[in-house]
């Protein structure tokens, strides 16, 4: 698939024209990141009509919260993708187990600082992380991997694993504190 | 509850994995908005668990999705009535993810795929099952997708004098042997050009039970325990 390059700066001048309400800006910016947006939900709920609705939501929630985005919560992109992410958990949470409904919005919080952090330093991340990954436990990174890619509760990955529920919070405690050991080195 | 350092660092990697929910999620988001600490604590996994979200294929969304979010904006502007398709029949199956009729293999996979620049785990996954039962074996694909990596869950040795075969089951033409399973925790198979290809191709994965040793032929010779295909996840 042809793979959309995106540049953090343009998508930072759109959304700080988005946060001035221009339409046209949000426009540019949905057909920016409208495919990777969508093949993140969609893999994360497995379900497209779920994947639709998490992404309107997202975009509704970007359109409001424009805003409020700054430096410290990562490059414009990873910032949308993470509002896509908690959108459509929240949403397979919603359908599955319904008490769970009324995830309060993270954009409530406001913070002014602002923290410039090269982007270089986030790129290279990703290659730390992958390598960090590779020092974790296999059950340990399955884990975290299932829970970030697919959702996946403590109870799901208990059934998944074949492991008490109290078994899997510690390897996924243990591979996230490890995780972060080896991301700070 | 207090909100020590250490407590804090693990709920607030949880919280952006998504596995700290309900009333525990909702207290954490209430310490977000009071603690700037807690909060660069969010945005430090954010940032780094990020990496992944950007590493999953890109998919270009039905149109219906930009004029609904219009629509949901701008509703004196709507000049289309976007079908309320999306409400119609809605069905949420849980996470009863796949249901063959006699089993179900589902494996873990962690693959590294090529993408411009930068190696990137992609996840694909599952568990070999038998029917709905507990899981057998969880398999992961490491090393550039030429080694594919078992781990015993559940499975029983097989019967005396039998072993567990696995197979490649290509597109078209004989399946592939990938040897048999030793009984223990984790099994490392190699897999060949052919049989990579043929994977990559198939994504289908079978067991079948054979004499010691393995099928005496080369291709199945006892019961299919399991088919599947893999599930990129």
Same mark, same amino acid.
């Given at each position: 698939m042809a793979s959309v390059e995106v540049n953090q700066d343009e998508l930072m001048r759109l959304l700080r024209s988005v946060a001035r309400k221009d339409r046209q800006a949000f426009q540019q910016l949905y057909s920016q990141v409208a495919a990777r947006m969508f093949g993140l939900c969609v893999k994360l709920a497995n379900h497209r009509e779920l994947a639709e609705e998490a992404m309107q939501e997202s975009f509704i929630q970007i359109w409001h919260h424009a805003g409020e985005y700054h430096r410290d919560r990562g490059a414009p992109l990873a910032w949308m993708m993470t509002i896509a992410r908690y959108r459509t958990l929240d949403l397979m949470r919603a359908r599955k187990v319904r008490q769970t409904a009324g995830d309060e919005h993270l954009e409530q919080v406001e913070d002014r600082r602002a923290g410039p952090l090269d982007d270089s330093l986030r790129t290279s991340g990703s290659a730390q992380l992958t390598g960090c990954l590779e020092e974790l436990s296999d059950v340990q990174r399955d884990s975290i991997l299932l829970a970030y890619y697919r959702g996946f509760t403590h109870d799901e990955l208990s059934e998944t694993l074949n492991s008490p529920v109290g078994t899997v919070k510690s390897w996924i405690r243990r591979g996230l504190m490890a995780l972060k050991r080896c991301l700070e080195r | 509850m207090r909100k020590s350092p250490e407590r804090v660092e693990i709920l607030a990697a949880e919280y952006v994995l998504g596995s700290l929910k309900g009333p525990a999620r909702l207290r954490f988001e209430g310490w977000m908005m009071e603690s700037g600490r807690v909060r660069q604590e969010v945005w430090f996994w954010e940032q780094q668990l990020g990496a992944l979200s950007t590493a999953t294929p890109q998919e270009t969304p039905p149109p219906r999705v930009w004029s609904d979010i219009q629509r949901r904006l701008w509703p004196e502007q709507a000049t289309t009535t976007a079908a309320s398709s999306a409400k119609a029949g809605w069905f949420w199956p849980g996470w009863g993810l796949v249901a063959t009729a006699a089993a179900v293999l589902f494996a873990v996979l962690l693959l590294q795929q090529p993408s411009p620049g930068v190696e990137r785990p992609l996840l694909a996954g599952a568990i070999i099952k038998? $029917?709905?039962? $507990?899981?057998l074996w969880l398999l992961s694909e490491t090393g550039g997708g030429n080694l594919l990596k078992l781990r015993s869950v559940a499975a029983g040795t097989a019967e005396s004098g039998k072993d567990y075969e696995l197979w490649v089951v290509p597109e078209d033409g004989e399946p592939l042997s990938l040897g048999v399973l030793p009984a223990g925790d984790t099994h490392e198979v190699a897999l060949s050009d052919e049989a990579q290809s043929s994977l990559t191709r198939s994504r289908t994965l079978a067991i079948s039970l054979e004499p010691e040793g393995g099928s005496p032929t080369g291709s199945p010779t006892g019961p299919i325990l399991h088919v599947t295909r893999l599930y990129e996840l």
């Amino acid at each position: 698939m042809a793979s959309v390059e995106v540049n953090q700066d343009e998508l930072m001048r759109l959304l700080r024209s988005v946060a001035r309400k221009d339409r046209q800006a949000f426009q540019q910016l949905y057909s920016q990141v409208a495919a990777r947006m969508f093949g993140l939900c969609v893999k994360l709920a497995n379900h497209r009509e779920l994947a639709e609705e998490a992404m309107q939501e997202s975009f509704i929630q970007i359109w409001h919260h424009a805003g409020e985005y700054h430096r410290d919560r990562g490059a414009p992109l990873a910032w949308m993708m993470t509002i896509a992410r908690y959108r459509t958990l929240d949403l397979m949470r919603a359908r599955k187990v319904r008490q769970t409904a009324g995830d309060e919005h993270l954009e409530q919080v406001e913070d002014r600082r602002a923290g410039p952090l090269d982007d270089s330093l986030r790129t290279s991340g990703s290659a730390q992380l992958t390598g960090c990954l590779e020092e974790l436990s296999d059950v340990q990174r399955d884990s975290i991997l299932l829970a970030y890619y697919r959702g996946f509760t403590h109870d799901e990955l208990s059934e998944t694993l074949n492991s008490p529920v109290g078994t899997v919070k510690s390897w996924i405690r243990r591979g996230l504190m490890a995780l972060k050991r080896c991301l700070e080195r | 509850m207090r909100k020590s350092p250490e407590r804090v660092e693990i709920l607030a990697a949880e919280y952006v994995l998504g596995s700290l929910k309900g009333p525990a999620r909702l207290r954490f988001e209430g310490w977000m908005m009071e603690s700037g600490r807690v909060r660069q604590e969010v945005w430090f996994w954010e940032q780094q668990l990020g990496a992944l979200s950007t590493a999953t294929p890109q998919e270009t969304p039905p149109p219906r999705v930009w004029s609904d979010i219009q629509r949901r904006l701008w509703p004196e502007q709507a000049t289309t009535t976007a079908a309320s398709s999306a409400k119609a029949g809605w069905f949420w199956p849980g996470w009863g993810l796949v249901a063959t009729a006699a089993a179900v293999l589902f494996a873990v996979l962690l693959l590294q795929q090529p993408s411009p620049g930068v190696e990137r785990p992609l996840l694909a996954g599952a568990i070999i099952k038998a $029917d709905m039962g $507990d899981p057998l074996w969880l398999l992961s694909e490491t090393g550039g997708g030429n080694l594919l990596k078992l781990r015993s869950v559940a499975a029983g040795t097989a019967e005396s004098g039998k072993d567990y075969e696995l197979w490649v089951v290509p597109e078209d033409g004989e399946p592939l042997s990938l040897g048999v399973l030793p009984a223990g925790d984790t099994h490392e198979v190699a897999l060949s050009d052919e049989a990579q290809s043929s994977l990559t191709r198939s994504r289908t994965l079978a067991i079948s039970l054979e004499p010691e040793g393995g099928s005496p032929t080369g291709s199945p010779t006892g019961p299919i325990l399991h088919v599947t295909r893999l599930y990129e996840l």
